[in-house]
């Protein structure tokens, strides 16, 4: 589909709730070509005959179960047939995503767990163009400077955001040429370099040039690698959230796609202990997202563990629980949107801590064929060896040295990722804190373990 210029699209939201209204008030703050339109009920669809509403895509609210979801898409689909549909839920009800996409829907999404994806989706289904610097960060993705060539002209427009500002600055148009210079302080300072989403194909593009150019056998860009498997792990995601029932065979399948993600990444691969520093220095630094949390603690957790000299078999479990880490944070209710723990209520706060244990059951109620080692792992990730941790409050008698491993591992990735605009520590930094809070502290972090992955440290 062309995107939209210089005009405006209507958008249709449905649900009965003003909460959900206000959702995606803010999901989509700042795309301001789309005109939104709130109905409460299906019969306002049905009926409305506004001869200047033309809506080419809809949100609507699937927090009402399979049912009344079902209702608000066929009424969409009759009196607008080539609106696209998009399905946002939350755990307030059961919905079987294939039945209401078999009612018409292009896509079900969680409202919070998928929030990073919808706008991806929503620019995906109804483009439109947005310009200059007026344009939201989530309309905008970061590409791997490595990917870049200097004095080569693109064919896409690069922006940097300035988080402080919260605004978006166009570096270089379409034509131009980025130069040596811009690139390195790009490298220097660690800032992200960004292109609008609707652009993505034409950087994959252009990215393919550079890796040919440069004689690489398998011209995929570092940017399309990780974007394609972000978008296999919400794949992955969307069969947990799915209310319709699994059978062995496909949560074998759900299984055989995280090795494949932790073979895509080759996280298991035998490295020197320079070459694993390398490879966590490129997943330090970035804008923390649930799912960006799941690669990196997947990262983390495959990486400390061959420091540690455990065997390819163990760092491959380290992997999948940090894959699967956080899955139960889609159980909280939709009320905390996006919002930073720190400022969840003491009963979204109740909630919050529960979500290692309902991790574990929803990856084992999609039959799953887990080993204990990972789920033991995915459980005791927030637990620490002081009991301070959650959801028992185990200490380190009670801890597996997995879920020793992923404990420090999810602390190095809480030091070293963007969070709240606020620059992060350097990989180096975190790991000689976490040495020094083993070696100082109150027995959060397990000694031998956290000095052995120190030792092996080459920065």
């Known amino acids: 589909m062309k995107t939209t210029s210089g005009r405006t699209v209507d958008v249709l939201i449905g649900s009965p709730r003003d909460s959900f209204w206000e959702s995606v008030k803010v999901i989509l703050k700042g795309y301001y070509p789309y005109q939104l339109k709130h109905f409460r009920n299906f019969d306002e669809v049905l009926e409305n005959s506004e001869p200047n509403f033309s809506p080419i895509l809809a949100l609507i609210d699937g927090q009402d179960g399979t049912a009344q979801t079902n209702e608000w898409v066929q009424s969409t689909k009759m009196n607008y047939p080539d609106c696209h549909i998009i399905v946002l839920h939350s755990a307030a009800a059961p919905l079987d995503f294939n039945v209401v996409k078999k009612n018409g829907a292009d896509e079900v999404m969680h409202i919070n767990f998928d929030r990073e994806f919808i706008s991806d989706m929503v620019l995906q289904l109804a483009p439109i163009e947005m310009d200059g ?204 949107g996006d919002k930073n723990p720190k400022n969840y209520t003491p009963e979204e706060l109740s909630e919050y801590a529960l979500y290692p244990d309902r991790s574990v059951i929803m990856v084992k109620g999609k039959k799953v064929p887990l080993t204990p080692e990972i789920s033991e792992a995915i459980g005791q990730h927030r637990e620490n060896g002081a009991g301070t941790g959650f959801p028992k409050k185990l200490t380190t008698a009670d801890l597996s040295e997995m879920g020793k491993l992923m404990g420090l591992a ?50």
Not at 225 to 246: C, D, P, V, W
Not at 296 to 310: M, R, T
Not at 415 to 420: C, N, P, R, S, V
Request: charged share 25%; glycine share 4%.
């Open 133 to 336: 610097d007026n344009i939201p960060i989530t309309a905008l993705m970061p590409v791997d400077l490595r990917d870049m060539e200097a004095q080569m002209s693109i064919n896409f427009d690069v922006y940097a955001h300035l988080p402080a500002n919260h605004r978006s600055i166009l570096l270089r148009k379409t034509g131009d040429c980025v130069d040596d210079r811009q690139l390195e302080k790009f490298k220097t300072m660690k800032q992200q370099m960004y292109i609008k989403k609707t652009q993505m194909k034409a950087f994959f593009e252009y990215a393919r040039t550079v890796m040919s150019l440069r004689n690489i056998p398998l011209p995929v860009s570092m940017t399309e690698k990780f974007h394609r498997s972000k978008k296999s792990i919400y794949e992955i995601m969307a069969q947990f959230l799915n209310g319709a029932a699994t059978d062995y065979q496909e949560g074998k399948l759900i299984y055989d796609k995280c090795k494949n993600i932790v073979a895509d990444f080759e996280l298991v691969k035998d490295l020197s202990a320079q070459e694993i520093f390398d490879e966590i220095f490129r997943f330090t630094g970035n804008t923390r997202t649930l799912y960006h949390d799941c690669i990196c603690l997947s990262a983390y957790g495959a990486y400390f563990a061959q420091l540690l000299g455990w065997n390819q078999e163990k760092r491959e479990s380290a992997a999948i629980a940090g894959l699967l880490h956080n899955i139960g944070l889609a159980q909280l209710p939709a009320s905390v």
């Open 410 to 459: 999810y602390s190095f990735h809480e030091m070293t990722a963007l969070k709240d605009n606020q620059q992060a520590l350097t990989a180096t930094q975190a790991i000689q804190n976490l040495r020094d809070c083993a070696l100082n502290g109150n027995g959060e972090f397990d000694l031998i373990l956290t000095t052995q992955i120190f030792k092996k440290w080459k920065a």
